[in-house]
């Protein structure tokens, strides 16, 4: 990850030179580093600590006095609902971008002339992350090459990242942001729809939940590969994952390649294949395709798909005829039962 050491090593000294409660968080308000408690604490505190991060409640609230744009020091008031006392919020800005924050807990004593003390380590700070943001594009770039559709390119790139590698796709959030620079060295990120990772092989679940639980949407992992070179296999397969992850619960939120079945071969099928096995349960109503689908799924077993529906077993009976005579299939026969599954099944992802 950044270079936690030397972020500690810098809020520690504030900490120390102002006698006051430090935090060090990045852009997304993910915490980073903290010192020790000096005076009282409030619960933003607390939970940031704990959870790592702060509420979204919270954020709009600091973010309403503009510390994004801020080239100083900001004052924030207390706010005694969200359980917020008065704090300071010094962006950590580098060559005119803000790169992260640096909170500190104020109980009228920090004044301008005590503050412009730690001016300078409050700009070690800021060029600790925008080497990090800086080093994270190269890596970007590297990442690009490595999934590119030119074998020459990806050959010429993989000698640069040790193996086994894992990619990892995951939907991004427009309601929310995950800072990809924070993830552990030796992972590889890129922006996009779906967003691009490529792990070291022992890593790949941590980062797919870190990842996933920051934007609050679906992740899917592809298979191990043990050269490089073939990590564009692995994003094909993560990708695919993430389509199964977004679209049967049972398998979300986070999706693994191997553990995915026969969705591995629905996955792959393009539109035109989907969209012929969906036009076998193109008659049925939302209703009649879950009644189905739980029926098949658990086995054709009528008395545990009743209770999964919490309805009457007469009733289901009787919309599973309606199924039949709607689609023209015989549900107690293996090649209709398979037909209208595939149907189902491919209808979800389409």
Not at 185 to 194: I, Q, Y
Not at 219 to 237: K, N, V
Not at 259 to 271: D, M, P, S, V
């Amino acid at each position: 990850m950044h270079n936690t050491a030397d972020l500690q090593e810098i809020v520690d000294e504030i900490a120390g030179l102002l006698g006051a409660s430090v935090t060090l968080e990045d852009r997304s308000f993910r915490l980073l580093a903290y010192g020790a408690q000096h005076g009282d604490i409030d619960t933003v505190r607390q939970e940031s600590i704990l959870r790592r991060r702060a509420t979204g409640e919270v954020r709009d609230y600091f973010e309403r006095y503009g510390i994004a744009r801020a080239r100083g020091p900001v004052r924030i008031p207390a706010d005694e609902r969200l359980k917020v006392l008065a704090r300071i919020c010094w962006p950590l800005r580098h060559t005119d971008v803000t790169y992260g924050y640096l909170w500190l807990l104020d109980s009228g004593s920090l004044t301008d002339a005590r503050l412009r003390r730690v001016a300078a380590l409050v700009s070690r700070a800021a060029a600790a992350l925008a080497q990090e943001a800086r080093s994270r594009q190269d890596l970007g770039r590297l990442l690009d090459a490595l999934l590119s559709p030119d074998p020459e390119e990806r050959d010429a790139a993989a000698p640069e990242v040790p193996g086994p590698v894992t990619a990892v796709a995951v939907r991004e959030s427009p309601e929310r942001a995950a800072a990809l620079w924070t993830l552990p060295r030796g992972v590889l990120a890129r922006t996009g729809s779906p967003v691009a990772l490529l792990a070291p092989a022992h890593l790949a679940d941590e980062v797919a939940g870190v990842v996933q639980q920051a934007y609050g949407t679906a992740a899917g992992i592809g298979g191990t590969r043990a050269d490089p070179a073939d990590a564009w296999l692995s994003w094909r397969e993560a990708r695919q994952a993430l389509r199964v992850a977004e679209n049967f619960p049972r398998y979300g939120p986070v999706a693994r390649w191997e553990e995915l079945g026969a969705h591995r071969l629905l996955a792959r099928l393009g539109g035109g294949d989907l969209r012929e096995l969906a036009e076998a349960v193109a008659g049925l109503d939302p209703e009649l395709a879950q009644t189905v689908e739980v029926y098949l799924d658990l086995g054709g077993h009528a008395q545990k798909t009743a209770a999964a529906l919490g309805i009457h077993r007469q009733t289901l009976y009787y919309r599973l005829g309606k199924a039949g005579r709607l689609t023209g299939r015989d549900l107690s026969d293996g090649d209709d039962r398979l037909t209208l599954h595939l149907g189902l099944k491919a209808a979800r992802l389409r």
